[in-house]
């Protein structure tokens, strides 16, 4: 056996690859907008905010357009960023998509997940209910969140992965609406453990609807959300 054999057949890279600024950046502002420091629709001060996170321009830019192609950042006929604002109907379709994705993932996962797989997803719909009440919003969804993405890495299915990672970066913050919402949390858990329940069984139907209610509780949130923010008055949007 030559001297590198034996690494290569390992499986696993030495290097893990490093981040670059830009995708670090685009973290940060993710997590600016989903928080509504800032709001959809307004313009977005790229000096400002450069002057913000302690970077140049040139990686904010590249971090603006990773934000762009996932939908969170749209661009003005003369090139100015803004914060992407969808209208109901737009999000809507989008939700019928991802609920559609995540339906199938579900049944496919019920055929071909493991029990360590199955054990790690009720683990994480028992975390969400044990720990609602005593954490923050942001961190509540970054659970529910990798509650969603582990259902559907278990469906084994590259093309149906990529594509709901795809679209659901574009819900991105319309989720964390959804999710933040205390007077439907009860229903959001329930709803979770029926999911995990579902999967336990190996229940494709039963996984399948209950999911798909489950994106429908997603919309009616937003839909809330959106009356009620039509009802406050305006406000300065300062970084």
Same mark, same amino acid.
């Given at each position: 056996?030559?001297?590198?054999?034996?690494?290569?057949?390992?499986?696993?890279? @030495?290097?893990?690859?490093?981040?670059?600024?830009?995708?670090?950046?685009?973290?940060?502002?993710?997590?600016?907008?989903?928080?509504?420091? @800032?709001?959809?629709?307004?313009?977005?001060?790229?000096?400002?905010?450069?002057?913000?996170?302690?970077?140049?321009?040139?990686?904010?830019?590249?971090?603006?357009?990773?934000?762009?192609?996932?939908?969170?950042?749209?661009?003005?006929?003369?090139?100015?960023?803004?914060?992407?604002?969808?209208?109901? @109907?737009?999000?809507?379709?989008?939700?019928?998509?991802?609920?559609?994705?995540?339906?199938?993932?579900?049944?496919?996962?019920?055929?071909?997940?493991?029990?360590?797989?199955?054990?790690?997803?009720?683990?994480?719909?028992?975390?969400?209910?044990?720990?609602? /009440?005593?954490?923050?919003?942001?961190?509540?969804?970054?659970?529910?969140?990798?509650?969603?993405?582990?259902?559907?890495?278990?469906?084994?299915?590259?093309?149906?992965?990529?594509?709901?990672?795809?679209?659901?970066?574009?819900?991105?913050?319309?989720?964390?609406?959804?999710?933040?919402?205390?007077?439907?949390?009860?229903?959001?858990? /329930?709803?979770?453990?029926?999911?995990?329940?579902?999967?336990?069984?190996?229940?494709?139907?039963?996984?399948?609807?209950?999911?798909?209610?489950?994106?429908?509780?997603?919309?009616?949130?937003?839909?809330?959300?959106?009356?009620?923010?039509?009802?406050?008055?305006?406000?300065?949007?300062?970084?």
């Amino acid at each position: 056996m030559q001297p590198l054999d034996e690494l290569k057949t390992s499986g696993q890279p @030495l290097l893990k690859p490093r981040r670059s600024l830009a995708d670090e950046a685009a973290d940060a502002l993710r997590e600016l907008i989903l928080l509504e420091k @800032l709001k959809p629709g307004i313009p977005i001060p790229e000096r400002d905010l450069a002057s913000v996170l302690g970077i140049s321009r040139t990686p904010l830019r590249e971090a603006l357009k990773i934000l762009e192609h996932e939908g969170l950042v749209e661009y003005s006929s003369t090139r100015r960023p803004f914060v992407a604002n969808p209208s109901l @109907l737009e999000l809507a379709d989008l939700i019928k998509i991802i609920g559609a994705l995540e339906s199938l993932a579900g049944e496919l996962a019920c055929e071909r997940a493991n029990q360590d797989e199955i054990d790690s997803i009720a683990a994480l719909a028992e975390e969400m209910s044990e720990k609602s /009440d005593r954490i923050e919003p942001l961190e509540f969804f970054k659970i529910d969140m990798e509650f969603h993405r582990q259902l559907v890495a278990a469906s084994r299915n590259p093309a149906l992965i990529e594509t709901h990672r795809q679209y659901n970066a574009r819900l991105w913050r319309a989720r964390f609406v959804s999710s933040r919402r205390a007077t439907r949390r009860t229903m959001t858990l /329930d709803q979770h453990d029926q999911i995990a329940d579902s999967l336990r069984k190996r229940d494709t139907r039963q996984i399948s609807i209950a999911l798909r209610n489950h994106l429908d509780t997603t919309i009616n949130n937003i839909s809330e959300d959106q009356e009620e923010n039509l009802s406050k008055p305006p406000e300065n949007h300062p970084l």
